[in-house]
């Protein structure tokens, strides 16, 4: 029970903190522990690895990114979770694809992007989420 709730908290925190980092929560740009520091520095980023998209589609790419981390949220409270985590570790795979092709393998490593994909598809198999607001949403159809 409780492991699969700190599965979900773990990935959580991934996407939040990477998110939290692009819009310079985590520090100025250049400070300890800081990967972007701001948004400009993120888009950059996002166009390194998207080299094979026109430089014009970088800040679209960047905001989807963004959006789509709300799959952090929903995997956090617990909503809709085995097909939260599916879509979030399709994404996960998605991103550490392209990592591979722009940066190479080893940066999918450092940042454990497959570790976080593999929890994910994991995640996916539980049988119950009881500390979920699926499980209250359940529960409440009782």
Not at 26 to 48: D, I, K, L, Q
Not at 94 to 117: P, Q
Request: positive net charge; proline residues 2%.
């Amino acid at each position: 029970m409780y492991s699969q709730l700190f599965v979900r908290i773990a990935v959580s925190t991934a996407f939040l903190s990477a998110v939290a980092d692009r819009l310079g929560l985590w520090g100025a740009p250049g400070a300890a522990h800081v990967s972007w520091g701001n948004w400009a520095n993120f888009v950059a980023y996002s166009n390194t690895l998207n080299f094979f998209v026109p430089e014009s589609f970088g800040n679209i790419l960047a905001i989807g990114a963004t959006l789509l981390d709300v799959l952090a949220i929903l995997l956090l409270i617990g909503y809709k979770l085995r097909f939260t985590a599916f879509v979030a570790g399709i994404l996960l795979i998605s991103f550490a694809m392209v990592m591979t092709l722009s940066l190479g393998i080893k940066s999918t490593f450092d940042y454990s992007v497959w570790v976080g994909a593999a929890a994910c598809f994991l995640l996916r198999t539980a049988d119950n989420f009881p500390i979920s607001i699926d499980r209250y949403i359940e529960l409440r159809k009782k």
